[in-house]
């Protein structure tokens, strides 16, 4: 799997650099970067509204079969599966859903993790060269880490940028030089350096806003959206796995947004916040009672248009036929020929 999302990581880079590229500020690039994900995202947060909203719908015939076949589990499963087919229904369609945001977080944190190789897109060679020679370096060598070797190395990368010496032996091109020198210099919100881990400051510091900001969003929009759709925390039920889901959700953004650097948490707020607004609007078009409205406008449609055909079909058959009039020929005595129209 580490493979994977360093690969995703090194395909997100490129974007995430070009939204620096337009803002040279990194919170903001997060921000550019985030919309478009969150776009791209959309079509798929529809479909998971849409089931949402149709597995509210169908709620009285769900408590109806369970009370009829409440002691055959084999056959309640039968039926509710019947029921989710022909209503078009996927009861674990929210599910998919909602790792989707995690999945992508994954990716995110690989090119945040690894700015040089993943969002500089610097060949590996380079870099680790870099960094071997950057650990050798009194004072600031130490705190190069292994696990977040390229991280540690654009914190201190303004203060040894100007040893020749250093320079020499990185084996980095001039233009390699300057994405580095643009981005070193963007990395700070209100004084803070989004490289920063807010595990590494301690619980009481300022940094410990960005995970408790990171449970409040995404608890905030979890809690907004099944309110809306008429739902409650509970694991019980056929929407255990989505209820499970949105309650691990937040309590998991703010485990990882204390333990790795203050951008994936900056990266994750500015998420939920999107994905709120979008829920508010998705709602307001693909709710229970707006599907049901929806439902039975197409269903009095097919109706009428039935009536409509079955009255057309009645005329064809049942119209009266016409006959042309048909002449008959006979000849008298004298051998003429004389027309009498038959009735």
């Known amino acids: 799997m580490g493979a994977l999302f360093e690969s995703l990581g090194y395909i997100f880079g490129y974007l995430l650099w070009f939204a620096y590229g337009l803002v040279r500020n990194f919170a903001v690039a997060i921000l550019l970067f ?16 849409k089931s949402m909203a149709g597995s509210m719908r169908l709620q009285k015939k769900q408590q109806e079969l369970q009370e009829k076949y409440g002691k055959d589990r084999d056959k309640l499963n039968e039926e509710l599966s019947k029921l989710y087919e022909k209503e078009n229904i996927s009861p674990t369609g929210g599910c998919m859903t909602t790792l989707l945001p995690m999945f992508l977080l994954f990716g995110v944190y690989y090119a945040i993790r690894n700015p040089l190789t993943n969002t500089l897109h610097i060949a590996k060679d380079s870099v680790n060269a870099a ?12 705190s190069i880490e292994g696990y977040y070797g390229q991280i ?14 250093f320079i020499a032996h990185t084996g980095f091109s001039d233009a390699e030089i300057g994405k580095l020198d643009s981005f070193a210099e963007g990395f700070r919100l209100f ?7 807010p595990n590494a400051h301690g619980f009481w510091s300022v940094f410990i806003l960005f995970p408790i900001l990171c449970f409040v969003t995404s ?18 039920g056929q929407q255990g796995c989505m209820n499970s889901m949105f309650l691990l959700m937040p309590l998991m953004s703010a485990w990882i947004a204390y333990s790795v650097p203050a951008a994936i948490g900056l990266y994750w707020i500015y998420s939920s916040v999107i994905g709120f607004i979008t829920t508010v609007i998705i709602h307001k078009f693909y709710n229970a009672q707006a599907l049901t409205a929806q439902d039975e406008a197409r269903r009095i449609a097919y109706l009428e ?16 036929e016409k006959t042309a009039p048909v002449k008959t020929q006979y000849r008298n005595n004298s051998g003429g020929k004389k027309k009498k129209k038959k009735k």
Do not use: C, W
């Open 152 to 165: 540690s190395f654009m914190s201190i990368y303004p203060d040894v940028k100007s040893n020749a010496e």
């Open 191 to 197: 004084g803070l350096n989004l490289l920063d881990m």
């Open 305 to 320: 248009q039935r009536e409509t055909d079955v009255k057309q079909l009645a005329r064809v058959y049942h119209a009266p």
């Open 219 to 236: 608890f905030a929009t979890t809690f907004v959206s099944m309110k809306m759709n008429g739902q409650s925390l509970s694991l019980k």
């Open 131 to 142: 960094l071997d020679y950057a650990k050798g370096l009194p004072v600031v060598g130490s």
């Open 34 to 49: 985030t919309v478009i994900l969150r776009a791209l995202q959309f079509p798929l947060q529809i479909k998971s509204q």
